[in-house]
């Protein structure tokens, strides 16, 4: 069972930088594709990036130029922590919203940016971003 707990949300001004990170426990991090998701107030949720168990990174346009998605592995007594960082750089009001970090077993390459190929979820952490 994998558990992913996001932080680094928060209230910031338009062209401020937040840093996101997704936390994971349960199994080894580093074999999964993982992905940060976004939902805005009364809109879908939509893909932003995501990172290969490979080190590879992918992003939607709306996020290309200004996020950026890495890994950092480490570990804890008899547990493997990871996480997964989210950089994001001028923001503005429509990145608003809850930000999900999503996991699943190294998925191929045309299912990365489906919501649906994806097990397992954090309950999400919001960001506000004010004129």
């Known amino acids: 069972q994998v558990h992913l707990v996001e932080s680094g949300g928060g209230q910031v001004q338009t062209g401020a930088s937040l840093k996101l990170s997704c936390a994971a426990s349960?199994?080894?991090?580093?074999?999964?594709?993982t992905a940060w998701f976004r939902q805005a107030p009364e809109k879908e949720r939509e893909f932003l990036a995501a990172i290969t168990w490979g080190g590879r990174p992918y992003y939607a346009d709306s996020a290309k130029g200004r996020f950026t998605i890495s890994g950092d592995a480490g570990t804890s007594g008899g547990n493997t922590y990871n996480s997964v960082i989210l950089e994001m750089n001028s923001l503005n009001a429509t990145d608003t919203g809850i930000y999900y970090c999503?996991?699943?077993?190294?998925?191929?390459?045309?299912?990365?940016?489906?919501?649906?190929?994806?097990?397992?979820w954090g309950p999400g952490t919001q960001v506000a971003v004010s004129p």
């Open positions: 999503a996991a699943d077993l190294s998925l191929p390459a045309g299912d990365i940016t489906s919501i649906a190929r994806y097990k397992y």
């Open positions: 349960g199994e080894m991090f580093n074999r999964f594709t």
